[in-house]
């Protein structure tokens, strides 16, 4: 059973952080995350953690401005990936969002990197706004 629950282990949460900013090819992604790792709670203040549990899964909703905020860290342990966790994630994710009031949803990818995630972006409606340097802008009108 799959589960996906509000972040109360911060160290959890830290741990799988860090293991998906050793991808490589994903580095760039995580520019201030040492700042990030510092204070989880107030990076991610008016926002949300949410862990999936058939062993943890983080996906992090940070607020940007009152109508915007932006998905961070979508990580899919490699021994659960391929069963549909990342869809149920971001559906979560989005209504979340919703709950929360925002009215749009963005965030960016490195599709060469993370090809199959930026598929399953794309078919769930999510359009590129921009790509630049390896990078693709997304977003989502809720």
Do not use: Q
Not at 55 to 84: F, Q, S, W
């Amino acid at each position: 059973m799959f589960e996906i629950k509000d972040c109360v282990d911060y160290e959890v949460a830290k741990t799988l952080i860090r293991e998906y900013s050793e991808i490589k090819g994903a580095e760039s992604c995580f520019v201030s995350l040492d700042k990030e790792l510092a204070d989880l709670d107030t990076y991610y203040k008016n926002g949300a953690i949410l862990i999936g549990f058939e062993n943890g899964n983080p996906i992090a909703i940070k607020r940007i401005d009152k109508n915007t905020c932006e998905a961070k860290r979508l990580y899919i342990k490699p021994n659960y990936r391929g069963k549909g966790y990342a869809r149920v994630l971001m559906n979560e994710m989005l209504d979340r969002s919703r709950k929360l009031g925002f009215k749009e949803v963005t965030f960016t990818t490195k599709p060469e990197v993370m090809s199959i995630g930026y598929g399953l972006y794309k078919r769930m409606g999510f359009e590129e706004v921009n790509y630049a340097d390896g990078v693709a802008s997304m977003r989502m009108i809720l």
